[in-house]
């Protein structure tokens, strides 16, 4: 999907693990395991990369079990290509692909870190506190 005379091309793509271990922590994410990615990124169920020039600079994924379940993950763009926009791009098609392919009444998360919520508030997203607490724990 791209617009004319527009840099940047949004593909539906997996990202290659190499590329998965580089964008996290580049855009601000915490780095995540290379045995981990390599385990996990299969188990994608849709993925999109922004690229510039060829070059990924941008990637977002939902994860879930494809029917009831649905996490939206790593949202991220690198910092030289921020405020282009991006993001909107990312979360629009991962939102429109969940919307064409999922079960109504399926239920979407995702933690929003920082002023991201904003963004997300932008695509329906709602904080559920006080009602209910987001938790993680790693292992």
């Known amino acids: ?8 091309e949004l593909s539906v793509e997996l990202p290659t693990v190499e590329t998965y271990l580089r964008l996290r922590p580049a855009a601000g994410l ?11 990124l299969p188990n994608t169920w849709h993925a999109v990369q922004v690229r510039h020039d060829g070059e990924p600079v941008g990637m977002g994924r939902v994860i879930g079990d494809g029917g009831c379940f649905f996490q939206v993950v790593d949202i991220c ?12 791009r990312i979360m ?13 009444g399926a239920y979407v998360s995702l933690i929003a ?7 997300y508030r932008k695509f329906g997203f709602r904080e559920t ?8 724990r790693t292992v």
């Open 1 to 8: 999907m791209q617009m004319t005379n527009d840099p940047y």
């Open 30 to 40: 915490s780095a995540m395991p290379a045995e981990g990615a390599v385990l996990g």
């Open 129 to 136: 506190a006080p009602a209910s607490v987001g938790m993680h």
């Open 77 to 88: 763009v690198l910092p030289g290509h921020q405020g282009r926009g991006l993001g909107k």
């Open 92 to 104: 629009a098609e991962l939102i429109g692909e969940l919307e064409r392919r999922a079960p109504a």
């Open 113 to 119: 870190d920082g002023d991201a919520r904003h963004l």
